[in-house]
């Protein structure tokens, strides 16, 4: 059975961070891309950032620069460095496989007030 457990949300002045921190249980981590997705209340889940089984990532536009997704395959987790949050970054976060095949966890709230 595999589950996602994320962490480290909060409540963060705009121009701030956040580092989330998502553990995964199940033996799949080593071999799986992993992505960070996040859902706004009122609009659909997307993805904001992944990550391959070599490292390499990918990042959607409107992050770049300020988040950075990374993985430590010994700790089997995934973590999403946010820098510089802005309001519209305010949603729940969530990991998952890419593409996502597994239930989603609880996700974690990122709140940025303006």
């Known amino acids: 059975q595999v589950q996602f457990v994320e962490s480290g949300g909060g409540l963060v002045q705009a121009g701030g961070s956040l580092r989330l921190s998502c553990a995964i249980s199940?033996?799949?981590?080593?071999?799986?891309?992993m992505g960070w997705y996040r859902q706004a209340p009122g609009k659909q889940r997307e993805l904001v950032a992944s990550?391959?089984?070599?490292?390499?990532?990918s990042h959607l536009y409107s992050v770049k620069g300020r988040f950075t997704i990374s993985r430590d395959n010994g700790k089997n987790t995934v973590y999403l460095q946010m820098d510089t949050l802005k309001h519209e970054d305010t949603a729940v976060y969530y990991c998952?496989?890419?593409?996502?095949?597994?239930?989603w966890g609880q996700g974690t709230q990122v709140t940025v007030s303006s």
């Open positions: 998952n496989t890419l593409p996502y095949e597994y239930a």
């Open positions: 199940g033996r799949i981590f080593a071999i799986k891309s």
């Open positions: 990550i391959d089984n070599g490292g390499g990532t």
